[in-house]
C-alpha cells in the first residue's frame, strides 16, 4: 500500500471514530506500528489530525469551539440531533454525553424549553450555559485532555447518586449482534454508568459506525431504548436492528 493510501485510511478512521490506536490501524493496515507512528506524525505536520499518546484525534475532536466546521460529517449530525430534539418535553431532566454529535444536540436545543441536564463535557456544558432555560449541572471527575470530559471514580459515584429522564449518549462502535463497544476502558465504565442512571436512553450514531466493534462492551443493543442516526428508519441499512427491541428515529 502506498503511504498516501495508508495516510487516507489513517484519516478516515481518525474522523469516524475521533480518536484511534496506532496499534489497530497499524493491524489494519498490517504495517508496523513505526510506519502508523510516521505518518501520523506527518499528518499532525500538516495540521490534518493531533498527535496523541499512543494515538491519534481528529481536529474537531480537539476544538473548543461549539461551532467548529473541522467536524467530520457535521450535516449527518446536526441531522441527527435535529431529531433528537423532538424527544424532549418540557421540564425534563436528561444527560447529554460528550463527542460531536451531543455537542450539536446541545447547540440546537430550542432557548423556550425548561431542563435540568447533567453532563460530564465541558464543551457540552459551555453551549448549555447560553440556554436560558436550562439548568446545567457539570459531573465533575478527572478531565481527558483531548474530549475534554470528566471520568473516573468520582464521576461514577456523582452519576450513581441520580436518575435521569432521558441520557443521550455517543458511541466509537455500534454493532447489532455486539452491541456498543469502545477501545477505552475508562470510557466504557462511564457509559455503563451513564446508561444505569437513565431512565431511557438513546443513542446518537452516524450511520458509518453501523455494524463496526472493537474490544471493551458497553452494553447489549437491546439497552438502549432508541437509536437515532440521520437514516430514513426504513433504510436498508437499519435492517439488522429493525427486529430488535430499539425504537429506530
Known amino acids: 500500500m502506498l503511504k498516501e493510501e495508508r ?7 481518525v474522523e ?7 496499534t489497530d490501524i497499524a493491524e489494519t493496515l498490517d504495517v508496523s506500528i513505526d510506519t502508523v507512528r510516521r505518518d501520523v506524525k506527518e499528518l499532525d505536520g500538516e495540521n490534518k489530525l493531533r498527535k496523541v499518546h499512543g494515538g491519534a484525534i ?6 473548543n469551539s461549539a461551532r467548529n466546521t473541522n467536524v467530520y460529517a457535521l450535516d449527518e449530525k446536526t441531522a441527527i440531533a435535529k431529531k433528537a430534539i423532538d424527544i424532549l418535553k418540557d421540564g425534563a431532566v436528561i444527560f447529554i454525553d460528550g463527542g460531536t454529535t451531543c455537542l450539536e444536540l446541545a447547540r440546537l ?4 424549553l425548561h431542563l ?16 436560558p432555560n436550562v439548568t ?6 478527572r478531565i481527558t485532555k483531548e474530549a475534554q470530559i470528566a471520568i473516573g471514580a468520582n464521576a461514577i459515584h456523582a452519576l450513581s447518586e441520580i436518575k435521569v429522564d432521558y441520557s443521550f449518549i455517543g458511541t466509537g462502535y455500534v454493532d447489532a449482534q455486539y452491541g456498543l463497544t469502545e477501545f477505552d476502558w475508562d470510557i466504557v465504565q462511564m457509559k455503563k454508568a451513564v446508561i444505569k442512571a437513565s ?7 452516524i450511520s458509518e459506525k453501523l455494524n463496526s466493534q472493537h474490544r471493551y462492551k ?9 437509536m437515532v442516526t440521520e437514516l430514513d428508519p426504513e433504510d436498508g441499512l437499519l435492517k439488522a436492528f429493525k427486529n430488535l427491541d430499539i425504537k429506530l428515529l
Do not use: W, Y
Open 136 to 141: 446545567v449541572i457539570s459531573v465533575g471527575g
Open 218 to 226: 458497553t452494553c447489549d443493543i437491546n439497552t438502549i431504548n432508541t
Open 199 to 205: 431512565k431511557k436512553t438513546v443513542l446518537l450514531s
Open 7 to 13: 495516510q487516507q485510511t489513517i484519516l478516515n478512521e
Open 116 to 131: 435540568t441536564c447533567f453532563t460530564i463535557s465541558l464543551p457540552v456544558a459551555m453551549e448549555l450555559s447560553g440556554k
Open 16 to 22: 469516524l471514530h475521533n480518536r484511534i490506536l496506532l
Open 58 to 63: 481528529s481536529l474537531g475532536f480537539t476544538t
Open 109 to 112: 436545543i430550542p432557548d423556550h
